[in-house]
């Protein structure tokens, strides 16, 4: 399966808009919830319950909104198994996995700058 084309205007994908479609998926995506989500997801498919008990401190409701828009996205799907209770299960789609390379990367640089981030706070915060 092929990377998709954008396909709608250019100004949806304008950055320089306050009103593109590009800051509003930037918006909803770029939160430490949503970040969370995409990077143990990326391990593995994982139910609701298995998904809280990874991302520490979040809500159900938090989960769950989060969750909704991952999928509104495209970024996440989820399926529902026809049993008793019904068992619901959230994998990344590709467009999921293609950020999840992004959220690494953020990860990779939070854990090489963390020291120099922590010092320029104390020199700030003094």
């Known amino acids: 399966m092929g990377t998709k084309q954008y396909t709608g205007s250019p100004e949806d994908a304008d950055l320089m808009r306050a009103d593109s479609l590009a800051r509003e998926i930037f918006a909803d995506v770029a939160n430490k919830w949503a970040f969370l989500i995409i990077e143990f997801l990326g391990e593995r498919t994982l139910r609701f319950s298995e998904l809280r008990n990874e991302v520490e401190g979040i809500s ?52 090489t700058y963390l020291g120099h981030i922590e010092e320029s706070r104390r020199r700030f915060d003094a």
């Open 60 to 111: 159900h409701k938090m989960l769950t909104q989060n969750l909704r828009m991952l999928e509104r996205n495209g970024l996440v799907q989820r399926k529902v198994h026809p049993t008793v209770p019904p068992r619901v299960e959230y994998t990344l789609t590709e467009a999921g996995r293609a950020l999840r390379a992004t959220v690494d990367g953020m990860c990779g640089w939070t854990h």
